[in-house]
């Protein structure tokens, strides 16, 4: 599977974007994605997560109620949805795939990485 991952920029504090995770090569509907990020000096931590099983997610505590990770299978393609941005989501954004009906947390676990996307929000 190769991912591409767009949707990045620079927002003022409480705006919105929306990252897309395009993947090629297999069918996407089998595989569980995850959405990570890394601000400079920190490590790449779990943002959202998503299975194929309805219902299947997870957010970490910090964006919980500020964004949702969702999927076009059709499309091959996952989306975060990111509201009420804040200063400190400012990282590099990566999405990440493997086959599996339910979401997965650890970084380790996943086979297939996007290159990154910038998400910078401004003060």
């Known amino acids: 599977v190769q991912l591409q991952a767009s949707g990045g920029g620079l927002v003022q504090a409480g705006g919105s974007l929306r990252l897309s995770c395009a993947a090629s090569?297999?069918?996407?509907?089998?595989?569980?994605v995850g959405w990570f990020r890394q601000a400079p000096g920190k490590e790449r931590e779990l943002v959202a997560a998503?299975?194929?099983?309805?219902?299947?997610?997870y957010y970490s505590g910090s964006v919980k109620g500020r964004f949702t990770i969702s999927r076009d299978n059709a499309k091959n393609t996952a989306y975060l949805q990111m509201n009420s941005l804040k200063p400190e989501d400012t990282a590099v954004y990566y999405c990440?795939?493997?086959?599996?009906?339910?979401?997965?947390?650890?970084?380790?676990?996943?086979?297939?990485w996007g290159q990154g996307t910038l998400v910078t929000v401004s003060s």
């Open positions: 998503i299975g194929w099983s309805v219902g299947s997610t």
């Open positions: 090569g297999r069918t996407f509907s089998s595989y569980a």
């Open positions: 990440a795939a493997r086959r599996g009906s339910y979401y997965y947390i650890m970084s380790r676990e996943y086979e297939y």
